[in-house]
Every structure is written in structure tokens, then in C-alpha cells.
């Protein structure tokens, strides 16, 4: 009530504030903030390309170290077989088969190496080297197994016991015919004569292949993601100094135009003078208004003090201060609403409940209008159960707004946590575009005739 008081009987003109000079703090907030988002965004880029390098770095060393990890799988799974199947040929002990059909069926060294290669489907090309030593292994296999079916035939080994590749090898007419010792020499020839020999070699060159590719294509990848990282860090650098200059330029800017201002106004107004005209746009209009109503302020403070009286009870303004506000919006031409308010069935509170009951019940709507409404609103109490609300710089446009606030209350008063009765509030509304006019009022009551009508409990606005 104060502040809108104060204003009262201000005719000072105000075409000299229009040519106003100076930088605005929102338009220097506007620059600022967009400037600071611009290269935040930038910064956030920056750090985005140095994840990237970075991950890219990172898979490239796992996919080599994973790569190196199967290339051994691989030789040690094949030179596994081989060494099982050379002892056997060289001792005829089962053991030796059980062990080499291990590898091959449960263990598979080999073939898991290639198949955990298979996610990396952008190596595709290096991976078939690894998959050719495979293939070559593969082949590999025949000539092991004919050669165990040789030394089991040579000592005479019962078949029942061998595994099922080994018993379905049919030898040929000219192996059968071949004694013991034959079968034998022919088998150490197959597993480890030359021939054998250069097998192993084309397994071991198609690894060979595979490490270097793998070698070449994670050292092109290192190059490329130091690249990255290099260049990001760059621009990360050169961002961060920038944003540094701008929040340099900003604290000066915000000392300048508003921290100085704000020392002088304080001491203006702790010396009890006119403000010094300084800061930014919206300081020296600050300034000129406020020099403006300086004189007027002196007078309406003492008006205050002795006629804007409040009620004893519910500690807002009364009947009498309502019409002194009344009076001053009818000068400060501005938009505002007007809100009557009726406790609905409060005398059966009364007689039900008593009079003190009645009196907690008032002090608890008096409360909730405060606290829904703003604190430049004006709250009253009009007499007995009525109340009502005038809210200031507001339009129909916030229809939605004083509808919402109103539910709210409602919501609390029909649903009492404190133990007192249930109540509800009915509201009629009416707006000005002009101050407070002599027909706000009537609108208002017509309004709230309205919501009695149809139930009570709500909200409605004058239409006209």
C-alpha cells in the first residue's frame, strides 16, 4: 500500500525522460548471456571432440590389444594340435588324442579368438588373415587326424576308444597294405616332414599379416585421434580465455552501471536528498522519478500513517483504507482488478461453531489471501464475512492466473488441516484498464452474484 501511495498526486512530466541516455541493463544482459551461451557451446564442442579422440584413441589400443590377444589364441591353439598329435605319433598314447579333440571341441582356442574379433565389423579386411591362419589350421587338421588313424592302425589301438573323426578315416588301399613300421614312418612324414612344415608356415605367415595390418591401422588411428585431441585442446584454450576476458568485461560493466549507482543512490537516500543521475538507462530513469515524487513521497508517508488503518482482527487493511487505496488508483491511471470476496455460509460457522470459531475461521482466510496474492496487492477486509482483493498492473490476460489462486484457496479451506470447520470462498472479478473507475466495484458485485447463483465456491468474471 505503501508504494502506491506514495504515488499519489504525482503530475510531474516525464516527456524529459524519453531522451534518456545511456546502455540498458537488459540489452547488456541479452549481449552478455549470448555472447557466454555462444561460447559455453563452444567449449561444450570442444570437450565433446576431445571425448571423442579421446574414446577413438581408447577402442583403437583395445581393438590391438584384443587383436594381439586372438592372434595368440590363435597360435598357441594350433600349436597345441600339433603338439599333441606329434606325441602321439611319437609315443601312440590315447591321452594325447583325448587332449588334441579337447582343444579342437571344448576348449577352441582358435575359433573363439575369431569369433570375439567378429563385433569389430570396421576391420573386416585385416581380420581375414586371421581367419585364413584359421582356414589353413582347418585343413591342417585332415592331414593330423589321417595320421593318428595311421599309428592306431600301426600299434593295433582299439578304435572303440578313439573319438569318432579318427575311427570314420578310411585309409587308403595303398596305407593298408603298408606294415606296421610303414604306417608309422608315414605318419611322422605327415606330421612332421616338410610339407607339414610349410602348412604351419602359410598359418604362421597369415597371423604375421594380421599383427602388422592390425599394427599399421591402430598407429593410423593414434595419428588421427592426436589430431583431434591437439586441435580441441586448441580451441578449448582459446574459448576459455575469451569467456575469461568476457566475464572481466561483464564485472566492470555490472560495477560501473549498477554497483557504483546503487553506493550513490544509498548514500543520496541516507542523506535524505535528490539522487545523482548515474549508472545505466534504467538507474537514471530510477533516479529522475524518484526525484520527481521526492517532494510528494514526504506528504503521502504522513497520509499513511494516520488514515491507511487496518482491521484489529485479521491485520489487513479495513473498510476505511480500502477507500483511501480506492481513492489514489483513481489518479494513478493503471490497469487493475478487483476482486469481492464472500465467505460462503459463514453465519451457520457462527451459530454452529461460535463466534470465537467464526473469528480463527476469517483470520485463516485473511491469511491464505495474503500469501496467494501478491505483496504489492492490496488485501481488505469490507465488514463481517467480505473481503476483497485489488490487485495492481494486472489485466484480463491474468484471468487464468486469479482463477488459479482462487481454486488453491478453495482447495485448502474445503479441505481444513488445522480443525477448523469447512468453508469455501465465493469471488467476483472485474478489471480496469483506468484506475479504479466507479463502476469497478458494481462489476465486481455483479460478478460475484454470479458464482452465489450457481453454487457458490468459485470464481467468475464480469463480462460486461
Known amino acids: 500500500m505503501k508504494d502506491l501511495l506514495t504515488k499519489r498526486g504525482d503530475k510531474v512530466e516525464r516527456k524529459g525522460k524519453k531522451n ?14 549470448l555472447a557466454a551461451c555462444i561460447l559455453y557451446a563452444m567449449v561444450i564442442y570442444a570437450t565433446v571432440r576431445l571425448s571423442v579422440g579421446y574414446k577413438d584413441l581408447s577402442e583403437a589400443v583395445d581393438h590391438q590389444i ?3 590377444q586372438a ?13 599333441k598329435v606329434r606325441l602321439y605319433v611319437a609315443t601312440a598314447e590315447l591321452q594325447q588324442v583325448e587332449d588334441y579333440f579337447t582343444e579342437l571341441h571344448v576348449t577352441k582356442r582358435r575359433d573363439r579368438a575369431v569369433e570375439e574379433l567378429e563385433r569389430y565389423n570396421d576391420n ?32 593295433g ?14 585309409l587308403t588301399a595303398e596305407d593298408q597294405k603298408l606294415d606296421s613300421e610303414e604306417k608309422l614312418d608315414k605318419a611322422q612324414e605327415m606330421v612332421f616332414g616338410s610339407a607339414y612344415q610349410d602348412a604351419k608356415a602359410l598359418i604362421t605367415t597369415n597371423i604375421s599379416y594380421f599383427i602388422e595390418n592390425v599394427e599399421e591401422a591402430t598407429r593410423l588411428k593414434q595419428v588421427q585421434s592426436a589430431q583431434i585431441l591437439e586441435h580441441s585442446m586448441v580451441r578449448q584454450r582459446i574459448y576459455i580465455s575469451i569467456l575469461f576476458v568476457l566475464n572481466i568485461v561483464t564485472f566492470v560493466m555490472v560495477i560501473m552501471l549498477i554497483v557504483k549507482p546503487l ?4 548514500r543520496c537516500i ?11 538507462y534504467e538507474f537514471k530513469y530510477l533516479a529522475l522519478t524518484y526525484n520527481d515524487i521526492y517532494e510528494v513521497n514526504v506528504a503521502n508517508e504522513a497520509m499513511l500513517r494516520h488514515k491507511a488503518e487496518h482491521d484489529p482482527l485479521t491485520g489487513v487493511i479495513n473498510r476505511g ?18 476482486l469481492l470476496i464472500d465467505v460462503d455460509k459463514f453465519k451457520q460457522v457462527n451459530d454452529g461453531y461460535g463466534h470465537e470459531t467464526g473469528d480463527l475461521v476469517l483470520k485463516k482466510v485473511a491469511g491464505l489471501l495474503r500469501d496467494n496474492f501478491r505483496s504489492k496487492d492490496y488485501v481488505a477486509r469490507l465488514g463481517g464475512d467480505e473481503f476483497a482483493v485489488l490487485m495492481v498492473e494486472t489485466d484480463p490476460q491474468q484471468e487464468g492466473m486469479i482463477r488459479e489462486k482462487v481454486e488453491n484457496i478453495n482447495h485448502i479451506l474445503t479441505n481444513p488441516q488445522d480443525g477448523l470447520p469447512v468453508v469455501s470462498l465465493s469471488v467476483g472479478v472485474a478489471f480496469s484498464g483506468d484506475g479504479f473507475t466507479d463502476d469497478l466495484y458494481r462489476n465486481s458485485d455483479s460478478a460475484l452474484y454470479q458464482v452465489k447463483e450457481h453454487g457458490r465456491c468459485g470464481c467468475d468474471f464480469y463480462r460486461g
Open 321 to 338: 483504507g480500502f477507500d483511501q487505496v480506492s481513492q489514489i488508483l483513481k489518479v494513478q491511471k493503471q490497469p487493475l482488478a478487483l
Open 20 to 33: 534518456i541516455k545511456g546502455i540498458r541493463i537488459r540489452t547488456m544482459n541479452y549481449g552478455m548471456i
Open 270 to 280: 541516507r542523506e535524505d536528498k535528490m539522487l545523482e543521475i548515474a549508472g545505466s
Open 124 to 155: 573386416q579386411e585385416i581380420h581375414r588373415f586371421l581367419e585364413m591362419a584359421l582356414e589353413k589350421s582347418n585343413d591342417l587338421m585332415k592331414r593330423e587326424v589321417y595320421a593318428m588313424r595311421l599309428v592306431a592302425a600301426a600299434v
Open 66 to 68: 584384443e587383436c594381439m
Open 71 to 83: 592372434a595368440a589364441l590363435v597360435t598357441d591353439g594350433s600349436d597345441y594340435l600339433t603338439m
Open 157 to 170: 589301438q582299439d578304435m572303440e576308444k578313439m573319438p569318432p573323426e579318427v575311427r570314420e578315416v578310411e
Open 263 to 266: 553506493q550513490i543512490y544509498i
